[in-house]
């Protein structure tokens, strides 16, 4: 409803505000600026996307929105909403006839604050995803764990899927340790990836990266004890499916890291050929779907994305995956002769 509406406000607007410069904030501008409006984002912290990037990849995310149309401006306070604009802390205007606010989830505590439970940002759970009531679990965006509140659906699904084999008594066991976010930026013309501990230092990890703000680009890996604990992809992202299997699964790094930065060179492979990477590879972050599910779905007579969709919920998150779902369907098919 709200694509919906910001499409119908677009077609008479002349010039629109953006606020908040964080994934759907950044893909709101883009896809407005894209339709021929001026767009301008105002953005409350130092840099674009503070949570998954550090500044200098703000900064060349920054550089290449404004070549697609966007003008950025970083560390400003928007105080009011006018009937023509927004108006900044220190009583700046900027016009504006469309203005869409992107800034972030806020969780709705009113009901469980109301019963007695324990509150902070989210409702406060453990590991078993229990709030202070042991008869009373919360999940999802509403849920604070371990003192994040996550904003995204892949946490939803794994934080369920403890409740489900706690309640059921599938797995007594069954704990929620924290989720290895990836987040992919889906603007077109922005190829953007960021997973884990990204605003680490090399006083605290190993720390590998290439910037050319000329050509918007800006690949950055972090690396403890010989494992990928984090990494930023901007621009060509060739090497994201590399990268997400080895932050995934806790696997050594090469020797030689920089390799990983540069498909192709020194010899380094990238996963995303299907014939290269593992059935236990996950295709789908959203829905953790891995391929050895999708195979599994296409022997049982899934032959193209829909079907492979409707069975496994992959690629109907936020749908970064659908490419490399398309292109496992079209391999099997391949394989056995089948034409699609």
């Known amino acids: ?68 149309g966007v003008e950025v401006r970083t560390g400003v306070v ?24 992107a800034c972030g989830v806020r969780p709705v505590t009113g009901l469980a604050g109301d019963a007695g439970l324990e509150v902070a940002r989210g409702i406060v759970v453990d590991d078993e995803m229990r709030t202070d009531d042991p008869s009373i679990f919360a999940i999802g965006e509403c849920a604070q764990h371990d003192g994040t509140v996550y904003g995204l659906v892949a946490p939803a699904w794994e934080q369920a899927a403890v409740v489900a084999d706690l309640v059921t008594g599938t797995d007594k066991t069954s704990r929620y340790r924290g989720s290895r976010l990836v987040t992919r930026l889906k603007a077109r013309s922005v190829e953007l990836a960021a997973m884990g501990e990204t605003h680490l230092t090399e006083d605290d990890a190993e720390v590998v990266r290439f910037s050319h703000r000329a050509r918007g680009t800006y690949r950055k890996l972090v690396i403890r004890d010989g494992r990928l604990v984090g990494a930023i992809l901007l621009g060509e992202t060739a090497a994201v499916g590399t990268l997400t299997q080895l932050f995934d699964r806790g696997s050594p790094v090469p020797a ?41 779905c296409w022997e049982s007579g899934a032959r193209d994305v829909e079907a492979v969709a409707a069975a496994t919920r992959a690629t109907t998150g936020c749908g970064g995956c659908r490419d490399v779902v398309e292109g ?10 089948i034409s699609v």
């Open 78 to 101: 928007v105080e009011e909403i006018l009937g023509d604009g927004v108006r900044l802390a220190g009583g700046e205007t900027v016009g504006a006839d469309l203005v869409v606010l």
């Open 1 to 68: 409803d709200d694509c919906r509406a910001i499409l119908a406000a677009a077609g008479a607007a002349r010039r629109a505000v953006v606020v908040g410069g964080g994934l759907l904030g950044i893909e709101a501008a883009r896809g407005l600026a894209g339709r021929g409006l001026p767009v301008t984002l105002l953005h409350l912290a130092g840099h674009l996307m503070e949570r998954q990037l550090d500044a200098e990849a703000g900064l060349v995310l920054g550089e290449t929105l404004a070549e697609l």
């Open 256 to 296: 030689d890291p920089s390799g990983l930065l540069f498909p192709g060179i020194s010899g380094s492979a990238v996963a995303e050929s299907p014939v290269r990477m593992p059935d236990a590879a996950k295709v789908c972050q959203c829905n953790n779907v891995t391929k050895g599910q999708i195979r599994a």
């Open 328 to 337: 496992i369907v079209g391999w099997l098919c391949e394989q056995e002769g």
